[in-house]
């Protein structure tokens, strides 16, 4: 027997249809690329996104059709979200921070037709233009006045491509399992990979991510995502804010301490959410120029993890903390450190310990964590496994790619390590490729590496795995140390010892001058390997 409640497909475009009705009046607040601070409202997006949707079809996009957007976040960049998706389109968010071949291959195997971007973007993309066949149209988010000569193919000024359309045009309802958004993991590894959210997905992701203990904001809140809409979905805050009514605020092209400051400041913004780098320029500012922030009560932390100094720093400034795991595939919230009870009533490093962990899954997301054969693995908190999820918000296919990524109870592997307690709480250990698999028995290179750095004399630690004939592959500390610091590498056994599993000790130390990093800061572990390629342990012949 089937219910008898309506049939209402979850369409994203009823979300920005019920923030207009509900919330009009709330504000929208960018700072404008060409500058100035922007005031616009949910009613003013709603109806401009109308426009969008009507000048696309105008245009001959149809549903399924991929319209890519290359651009920071601000009210047009949001219109043109919900006004894509309101036709059934795709809006394919494009990372302007990739090298210029990538942004290429990701256009070209999206068969875009239609780019959206900012005046800051144009010079990249007339490099790569002749390079991108599918692409019909270029459409600056800017006005007239603003509008620059360029080569760009059809370009036209945003404000002057939607004052064509009059707005008197109906949202399109179709299956809410119709593709609505598709984003493109960055891919250190191989191809860039495809993944393709549903409007079915990106609502009830929304609704995820509106629970008080994931992002945390309601609709008397300010929310400034500096997660930018190009990164993951923006982490659903485009869906999840208007859901709520929540003001937003959006940086625009600025993203340095200073100007995020600023907004922070003069906006009242009570939550914030983004990347651990910004965080540190941030508070990096705000100390030098021994500044507060009195309305803000949440950052939402999350793409790395987050350094415990920087947990206490927010702390010591009276503001919460909710350090959060996810990835482009899971839409992306995965997990998120509310405290919860038994932890609630923690103080000082106990409390510390918990806000460090990457937390909790909201209702949506299932976790399991598993080891190489796939057979489950407990959850006391200390044994830790390939962990792998599953949810409506979930992948589980790349856009053109013919593999099969779930395993057979449908869970899809992160590729992240981790450990979870009996409460719930995950903690990633490592990524899958760079644990170190001793004699069948797995080493965490992220808790050496937490271990060394504690040591004076070193700057940073990296962990690698070595082939070795007698256990697989064992652990080599690479260290950088301080300048005009010294340490042998007895000293630095010495201190770590006692402090892991004795088969947890490094087999070796190598110094070296400079650990190479990737764009986003991350150890890069690959070059790493590359440089020790011919390196065999003194102990090999044991
Ligand atoms: P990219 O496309 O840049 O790889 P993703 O956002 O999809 O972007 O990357 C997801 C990965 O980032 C996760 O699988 C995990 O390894 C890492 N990650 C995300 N959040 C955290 C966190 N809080 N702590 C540790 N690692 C994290």
Redesign the pocket.
């Known amino acids: 027997m089937l219910g008898l409640m309506q049939d209402w497909p979850l369409l994203c475009h009823r979300i920005i249809e019920h923030a207009a009705e509900v919330h009009g009046t709330q504000e929208v607040i960018t700072r404008s690329v060409e500058g100035p601070i922007h005031r616009t409202n949910y009613r003013q997006i709603r109806d401009r996104a109308l426009k969008v949707s009507q000048r696309l079809d105008r245009d001959g996009i149809k549903l399924g059709d991929r319209v890519a957007t290359i651009a920071w976040n601000t009210w047009r960049h949001l219109e043109a979200w919900y006004g894509i998706m309101g036709i059934g389109a795709i809006c394919h968010t494009v990372?302007p921070r990739l090298f210029p071949e990538q942004i290429a291959w990701i256009i070209n195997h999206a068969e875009d037709r239609v780019v959206m971007t900012d005046l800051t973007f144009i010079p990249i993309l007339e490099k790569i233009a002749d390079k991108l066949p599918t692409v019909e149209r270029y459409i600056v988010f800017t006005d007239k006045a603003h509008m620059p000569q360029t080569t760009l193919k059809n370009a036209v000024a945003y404000e002057d491509w939607i004052a064509e359309a009059d707005g008197d045009f109906k949202w399109k309802t179709f299956d809410e399992n119709t593709a609505a958004a598709m984003c493109?993991?960055?891919?250190?590894t191989g191809d860039?990979k495809g993944v393709l959210y549903s409007h079915r997905s990106n609502v009830l992701h929304a609704l995820m991510a509106n629970s008080g203990d994931s992002l945390g904001a309601n609709a008397a809140d300010t929310m400034l995502p500096v997660v930018p809409l190009f990164?993951?979905n923006s982490w659903g805050i485009a869906f999840s804010a208007p859901s709520m009514g929540t003001k937003l605020v959006f940086p625009g092209a600025k993203l340095d301490g200073a100007s995020v400051y600023e907004l922070l400041d003069t906006e009242k913004v009570t939550h914030t959410a983004g990347v651990p780098t910004v965080w540190l320029m941030l508070l990096n500012h705000m100390s030098a120029n021994s500044l507060k922030l009195p309305h803000l009560r949440m950052v939402v932390?999350?793409?790395?993890?987050?350094p415990r100094s920087m947990i206490q720093s927010f702390l010591d400034l009276g503001v919460a903390v909710r350090?959060?795991?996810?990835?482009?595939?899971?839409s992306?919230i995965?997990t998120l450190a509310a405290l919860k009870p038994p932890f609630a009533e923690l103080k000082g490093e106990a409390r510390l310990d918990i806000l460090q962990t990457?937390g909790y899954p909201p209702f949506g997301v299932q976790m399991k964590i598993t080891d190489d054969a796939g057979k489950d693995l407990p959850w006391d908190g200390k044994t830790f496994g390939r962990l792998k999820v599953s949810g409506p918000a979930v992948s589980k296919a790349y856009f053109r790619l013919d593999a099969d990524i779930l395993d057979e109870d449908g869970y899809f592997d992160?590729?992240?390590v981790a450990t979870i307690d009996a409460h719930g709480y995950m903690r990633?250990t490592d990524?899958s490729k760079d644990v170190i698999k001793s004699g069948g028995e797995w080493i965490s290179s992220i808790d050496l590496e937490n271990l060394a750095v504690g040591h004076p004399a070193v700057a940073e630690a990296a962990v690698i795995g070595v082939y070795h004939p007698k256990w697989d592959e064992r652990p080599l500390l690479i260290i950088q140390l301080k300048q005009g610091q010294s340490a042998t590498r007895e000293d630095i056994l010495k201190f770590m010892d006692g402090k892991i599993a004795k088969w947890w000790m490094p087999d070796d130390v190598a110094f070296v001058d400079g650990i190479p990093h990737t764009a986003?800061g991350k150890i890069l572990k690959t070059a790493l390997r590359d440089q020790f390629k011919a390196y065999s342990f003194p102990n090999a012949a044991a």
């Open positions: 990372n493109y993991t960055s891919g250190t860039p990164h993951a932390c999350g793409g790395s993890a987050m350090h959060a795991w996810g990835m482009t595939e899971m992306p995965g990457q992160t590729g992240d990633i990524r986003t």
